[in-house]
C-alpha cells in the first residue's frame, strides 16, 4: 500500500510483521498529508488561513504531535488560548504587552465637568483593568465579544460636587470559544450565536414558547433579566450551514445574540473564506510544537541520567575471573547496595552508563525558540537593523510602534461605542460630547531620552505641569496638595534650589534661567545711577 503512494521501501527491523509495520508507517503518511494540507491549500487556489471542514486530526501510531494544526477557527482560538495558559513564552510576552500599552490612563475634555465625570466613571468600572483584558484577548483569539449592560448608579467618586445617579455601562467578556458567527457580512456586524448550558437553553425555550403564559413569562425574566434580554431567537443551522462551517454541528443548544447588548472587535481583517480573523497565535504553534518535543528530549536525559545501569567487571585478559569469584562478585554488589563500601583487588571494576548530560537543558536552543516566540506574537521581523538615535535599539521602537498601533484601534473603538454610547444614555450632563483618552507614550528602550523632551517642553512652556507630573508616573492633585502643605510649613525658606554658575540662575527665579520678559522687566524697574 505504501510503496504505491511513495518511492520508499520500509526496512522492518522492529520484530514486528511487516504488513503490521507497513500499515503502521502508511497511515502515518497520510496524516503528515492531512496536516500539511491546511498550510499547503493556497498553492491550489484556497487562500492562506482557509479551512477545509472535511479535514480531520491526524491520529496513528506515530503521531506524537501535541500542537497540530487546527481544522477551524474555533480549535484555532482553543489552541491559542492553551498556549497563553501554559506556555511561559507566551504568557510573558503577552503580559508584558498589555502591561506596557496600558500603564495608565487619563479622559481629556475642554470641559473640566465633562472630563471629571469620565474619570469617574472610569474608575467605577476598572476601565484600565477591562482594556488590558481585551488588548491580551485580541493578542490571543484576534476575537474579542465585549457584553455591555447599562444601569443607574450613584457616582461616589465625582469630585465636583453631590454624587450624581447616572446611566453607566458594566462590562464583561464572553468566552470566544461559545461564540459561532451566524453569517458572513462586508458592511456591518455579522450576527452572532452562542452556546448555552441545559438550563439556559430549558428557559430560553419557555420564554420563546408561545404556549407558555404570559405571567410565567414575566416571572422569568424578572428572575433573569440578563438572560432575558441578551439572546432573541434560537439558532438552528441548516445542513448546507453546517457543511459550509466546520465551527457548527446539530444538536448543540446556540442562541442568537442581541446586537444592542454584544459587539464583536477583531484586531485584524477575516481571513479568506472564513467569518473569522486569523489568530496571531498561528505562526506560534510549530515553535510551541519544538519547544514542547525539546522539553521531552530534556527529560528523557534525566530520566535516563536517574535510572543508570552499573556495570561491575571482575577480571581481565590476562587474569580472568573464576567461577567462585564472579559468584561472590554478585552477593558483594547486592551488599554494597545497601552499605555503598565494595572491595576488591585491581582487576574490579565498576562503570556507570548513562546519556552525556552536556545537552541538556540548552540554553542557546531554548533561547532561540523563545526569542522566535516572542518576536512572533510582537509581530517584529528577524531582521538586521540600524541604529537609533536617543539611546533606542531598532527592536525597542518597532515593538513600541507595534504595541502604540494596538493601542489605538483599541482607543477608537472604546471613543466610538462605548463612550458615545454614555452621552447618548446621559444627555442632560453631557452637552459638550465625551472626551478623548489619553494614554502614556510607548517608550521601552528610550526612557531617559523621553524624560528629558518632557523637561524641556515644561522650560518652554508648552506643556501643563499635570502633564509633566502624570508623565514622570506622580499624581498632580496629590502633588499640589503636597506643595501646599510644604510651602505653608516654611519648607521653601529651608531646601531653596543654588544658584547654577554656568547657566547665570537669579535665586529669585528658583534657580532657572532668567526668561527674555523677565529681563525686560528687570531693565524697566531698575533705576538709573543719577535717579532717586
Do not use: C
Request: glycine share 6%.
Amino acid at each position: 500500500m505504501l510503496n504505491d503512494l511513495v518511492n520508499a521501501v520500509v526496512v522492518n527491523q522492529t520484530g514486528l510483521p511487516d504488513r503490521e509495520v507497513g500499515n503502521a508507517v502508511g497511515e502515518q503518511w497520510h496524516n503528515i498529508i492531512g496536516e500539511r494540507m491546511v498550510e499547503l491549500s493556497y498553492f491550489n487556489g484556497a487562500s492562506v488561513g482557509s479551512y477545509n471542514s472535511a479535514q480531520s486530526k491526524p491520529q496513528g501510531l506515530f503521531v506524537r504531535s501535541d500542537y497540530i494544526m487546527p481544522t477551524n477557527p474555533i480549535e484555532e482560538m482553543e489552541l491559542a488560548i492553551r498556549l497563553h495558559q501554559e506556555d511561559d513564552d507566551v504568557s510573558n510576552t503577552i503580559g508584558m504587552m498589555s502591561a506596557v500599552a496600558f500603564s495608565g490612563m487619563k479622559n481629556l475634555h475642554e470641559d473640566q465637568s465633562t472630563e471629571d465625570f469620565f474619570n469617574a466613571i472610569a474608575y467605577e468600572i476598572n476601565l484600565d483593568a477591562r482594556l488590558r483584558e481585551m488588548y491580551e484577548q485580541l493578542l490571543v483569539a484576534s476575537s474579542v465579544y465585549m457584553l455591555t449592560a447599562y444601569m443607574r448608579k450613584p457616582i461616589p467618586n465625582f469630585k465636583s460636587g453631590p454624587d450624581p445617579t447616572l446611566v453607566v455601562p458594566a462590562i464583561t467578556y464572553l468566552n470566544p470559544l461559545s461564540i459561532r458567527v451566524v453569517s458572513g457580512s462586508d458592511f456591518g456586524e455579522p450576527p452572532l450565536a452562542q452556546l448555552v448550558d441545559e438550563n439556559t437553553d430549558a428557559m430560553l425555550k419557555k420564554l420563546f414558547d408561545p404556549s407558555i403564559s404570559a405571567g410565567e413569562k414575566n416571572q422569568i425574566r424578572k428572575s433573569n433579566p440578563l438572560v432575558a434580554a441578551l439572546y432573541i431567537a434560537p439558532y438552528n443551522p441548516t445542513m448546507q450551514q453546517m457543511s459550509d462551517d466546520a465551527t457548527l454541528t446539530g444538536g448543540q443548544n446556540m442562541w442568537i445574540l442581541n446586537p444592542q447588548l454584544v459587539k464583536r472587535y477583531t484586531l485584524n481583517m477575516n481571513s479568506a473564506q472564513s467569518k473569522y480573523p486569523q489568530s496571531l497565535m498561528r505562526p506560534v504553534f510549530g515553535l510551541a510544537e519544538a519547544k514542547r518535543l525539546l522539553n521531552i528530549a530534556d527529560w528523557t536525559l534525566l530520566a535516563g541520567a536517574i535510572n543508570y545501569l552499573v556495570v561491575v567487571r571482575k577480571g581481565s585478559d590476562k587474569l580472568p575471573a573464576h567461577p567462585l569469584e564472579i559468584e561472590n562478585l554478585q552477593g558483594m554488589v547486592k551488599s554494597a547496595a545497601r552499605s555503598g563500601v565494595m572491595v576488591g583487588d585491581h582487576r574490579l571494576s565498576v562503570e556507570l552508563i548513562m546519556p552525556d548530560m552536556a545537552n541538556m537543558l540548552d540554553d542557546k536552543k531554548r533561547s532561540l525558540l523563545g526569542r522566535k516566540i516572542s518576536k512572533s506574537i510582537m509581530r517584529l521581523p528577524d531582521v538586521e537593523f540600524g541604529r537609533v538615535e536617543g539611546g533606542g535599539t531598532p527592536e525597542g521602537e518597532i515593538v513600541s510602534k507595534v504595541i502604540s498601533s494596538d493601542r489605538l484601534l483599541i482607543k477608537r473603538l472604546i471613543e466610538r461605542n462605548l463612550y458615545h454610547e454614555i452621552v447618548d444614555r446621559n444627555p442632560r450632563i453631557f452637552k459638550e460630547g465625551s472626551p478623548k483618552l489619553w494614554f502614556p507614550p510607548v517608550t521601552i528602550t528610550r526612557h531617559r531620552f523621553f524624560n528629558d523632551q518632557i523637561l524641556k517642553l515644561r522650560d518652554r512652556g508648552d506643556i501643563s505641569r499635570s502633564t509633566t507630573v502624570e508623565v514622570i508616573g506622580l499624581d498632580p492633585a496629590s502633588e499640589m496638595a503636597q506643595r501646599t502643605r510644604e510651602k505653608a510649613a516654611g519648607f521653601d525658606d529651608v531646601m531653596t534650589a543654588e544658584n547654577v554658575p554656568s547657566t547665570g540662575a537669579n535665586p529669585m527665579n528658583n534657580g532657572r534661567p532668567e526668561s527674555q520678559d523677565q529681563k525686560k522687566t528687570d531693565d524697566t524697574t531698575t533705576t538709573s545711577p543719577g535717579g532717586q
